[in-house]
């Protein structure tokens, strides 16, 4: 869709331009939801994907995933897959997460070259698989705020509600740090919707460490996602006594699910994805 009010493109080349970004601006990262829909407040965007970001680059202490990697680069960054400048560990295997997230959202592959990870983590949607995903595997957000240096938080506190989230006017993300812990960690993956090729109507997403602490990430049914922490890998009846404790205000509705039957098949498939966790060994 033409966004006929937009009257400038700034090409952001270092972060002194992403100054401009601010009321009657936004970021321009890879444009999926952007040019889908009318955004008759807007005058001008910043594109930050002339900034030159290397989607994926190994730390110390895991790996960072920059805002403008897009879906494509995300879901072919498999164990052992060689991405730019990063290879992926074989024994990393909670990086299965990434393509699994990709595939849950309603998208075809010309979006998967275009959207990035940072647009659907900011789009902050019930339905943000990618985002959900980096919520499994305890990822941090680093934000560049509008007045200079840096803000990290995790994830998980992030999204506030559907379409609503922390960052500020101005502040643009930079990246999100997986911790190597979550990288090694053993996951599990599950998704519903009402319809073969339809919006999710329940992810959920395990993930057992080491030391076999697992928290169970609920995404799609609820409003934000929602993460269940455990100290031991649970049981069935530690799982359904989680997810009835799960606030009734955050199961979402909307035309793909109606809240009671979303809390229902979410029980159903944090049992499955608990269950094959105690079989991970």
Do not use: Y
Not at 68 to 74: K, S, V
């Amino acid at each position: 869709m033409d966004l006929d009010t937009v009257r400038e493109v700034v090409l952001a080349r270092e972060r002194a331009d992403l100054a401009q970004v601010g009321p009657g601006s936004a970021v321009l990262a890879g444009g999926t939801f952007l040019f889908s829909e009318p955004h008759d407040h807007l005058d001008r965007l910043v594109d930050i994907t002339t900034l030159g970001w290397t989607p994926l680059v190994e730390r110390g202490d895991g790996l960072e995933i920059a805002a403008t990697c897009t879906l494509a680069e995300l879901a072919g960054a498999g164990p052992g897959r060689e991405l730019g400048s990063a290879v992926l560990r074989p024994e990393w295997p909670g990086t299965a997460l990434f393509a699994q997230g990709c595939r849950a959202l309603l998208a075809s592959h010309k979006i998967w070259r275009t959207a990035t990870v940072g647009g659907n983590v900011c789009l902050s949607l019930p339905a943000g698989a990618v985002l959900g995903a980096l919520v499994a595997l305890d990822a941090t957000v680093v934000i560049w705020p509008r007045g200079g240096g840096e803000r990290r938080i995790l994830l998980r506190d992030f999204v506030t509600g559907a379409g609503e989230n922390v960052l500020a006017a101005g502040a643009v993300v930079r990246s999100f740090l997986v911790p190597t812990s979550s990288l090694l960690a053993r996951t599990s993956f599950r998704k519903i919707a009402l319809a073969p090729l339809g919006r999710s109507g329940a992810v959920v997403m395990g993930r057992r460490t080491a030391d076999d602490r697992c928290a169970i990430t609920v995404t799609a049914a609820t409003v934000r996602p929602v993460v269940l922490d455990f100290d031991t890998v649970p049981g069935d009846a530690d799982v359904a006594a989680a997810v009835a404790e799960i606030e009734p205000e955050l199961w979402f509705d909307d035309p793909h699910g109606a809240p009671d039957w979303r809390a229902h098949v979410t029980g159903l498939l944090a049992t499955e994805v608990a269950a094959e966790l105690r079989e991970a060994a």
